[in-house]
């Protein structure tokens, strides 16, 4: 079992940067793929950004493109998501996910973080 906690996400205006972390519990989060989504009020979850198990490969969403960078610290047991250049459209609660079946890149996860909420003002 793996519990996933968000933090860093406030109140920014347009064109500053923000980074979030996911801290998770248990010893086996250095073998599980994380992923960064996002759902805007009204809008549907969406995919922003994912880091496999051992780093060597990451995928962004095209809106996360060359703003946004995925990393992630197993010895902390943590994900980053290095958030610039952002937009009032970028206004969303964040979610962290873990993927433990070792497919890249994940087509489903296993386990949910609970939140934080990332507002950009213009």
């Known amino acids: 079992q793996v519990q996933l906690v968000e933090s860093g996400g406030e109140l920014v205006q347009a064109g500053g940067s923000l980074r979030l972390s996911c801290v998770a519990s248990?010893?086996?989060?250095?073998?599980?793929?994380v992923g960064w989504f996002r759902q805007a009020p009204g809008k549907e979850r969406e995919f922003v950004a994912s880091?496999?198990?051992?780093?060597?490969?990451?995928y962004y969403a095209d809106a996360a493109k060359g703003r946004f960078t995925i990393s992630r610290d197993n010895a902390k047991n943590t994900v980053y998501l290095q958030m610039n250049s952002l937009k009032p459209e970028d206004t969303a609660v964040y979610y962290c996910?873990?993927?433990?079946?070792?497919?890249?890149?994940?087509?489903?996860?296993?386990?949910w973080g609970q939140g934080t909420q990332v507002t950009v003002s213009s």
């Open positions: 880091i496999m198990w051992s780093a060597l490969s990451t």
């Open positions: 248990g010893h086996t989060f250095s073998s599980y793929a």
């Open positions: 996910a873990a993927d433990s079946s070792r497919r890249w890149p994940p087509t489903s996860y296993d386990y």
